[in-house]
């Protein structure tokens, strides 16, 4: 679909990047709104860079315009999955409803150059302090754009949120509070969340999460460690959501 309207010298432009189909894939759900304010939410074309080409997302215009890219839960994948890294889809098709559900990442998540927010939505834990109670923990990079998969498993870009340790813990589940660091796949460095330390103890690294200490470091979030001690005593049985903008 394409939009008519006029400049301020009274030319006909053309907006184009509505979304409707592949011909027509716009940059971003951000970039829809902008050109069609009265988007409703749902699955979008996207034209994904790095030779993927258009692509549908899930997209969710109620809050300035989020991409669905993936979804997991609380024990798939584990820390180490080959799924974290791969470039291709897996079971992306099951990210069309907007729905929590078994592991599932659209190509985009490797793909996606342009990315500079992550919302993580998680809830549905049980076990361990965790309410079972569904979040959203929005992170930002500054004014860094990468993939989605270089701002959560690198420290290449300095993280920011607008979180808590506590409420991270009611909703994910941690029984320790001692030096909390937040960890992207291994690394606490270059980030304004929690601690920047080396794993205490028995403690084994993880993907995306707070690790905190007894003396003995236990992960909980996204990606935890199948280890002994790394996963014992986070919460179970949830799920969660990976979004960007």
């Known amino acids: ?27 971003s759900a951000f970039a829809i709104l902008g050109a069609y304010p009265n988007s409703q939410s ?9 030779g993927v080409g258009p692509t549908q997302l899930y997209c969710d215009m109620r809050g300035g315009g989020w991409m669905l890219v993936m979804r997991g839960t609380a024990d798939d994948p584990f820390y ?5 890294q791969s470039s291709g889809d897996n079971e992306a098709a099951d990210l069309s409803t907007g729905a929590f559900g078994a592991f599932a990442k659209s190509a985009a998540f490797a ?6 927010r992550l919302l993580l939505v998680a809830g549905g834990f049980n076990g361990r302090g965790a309410d079972g109670v569904y979040r959203w923990f929005e992170f ?14 690198t420290s290449q870009h300095r993280m920011s949120w607008n979180g808590s340790y506590s409420l991270w813990r009611q909703t994910f589940g941690q029984d320790r509070t001692q030096s909390p660091m937040f960890q992207r796949e291994g690394s606490s460095a270059n980030q304004d969340v929690g601690a920047d330390r080396v794993v205490q103890g028995c403690g084994q690294p993880m993907m995306f999460g707070f690790q905190a200490s007894d ?23 949830g799920f969660f959501q990976i979004w960007i903008k």
């Open 111 to 116: 793909s996606y150059a342009s990315a500079s």
């Open 215 to 237: 003396g003995n470091d236990v992960n909980s979030g996204v990606g935890p460690n199948a280890d002994y001690c790394g996963r014992g005593y986070a919460g179970t049985g």
């Open 140 to 153: 930002t990079f500054g004014d860094a754009t990468a993939t989605p998969q270089n701002l959560m498993f």
């Open 80 to 84: 180490g999955d080959t799924r974290w």
């Open 1 to 27: 679909m394409k939009k008519r309207g006029y400049n301020h010298a009274c030319q006909a432009i053309t907006v184009t990047g509505s979304g409707t189909t592949a011909a027509d894939a716009a940059s």
């Open 42 to 50: 749902g699955v979008y074309w996207i034209d994904v860079p790095g």
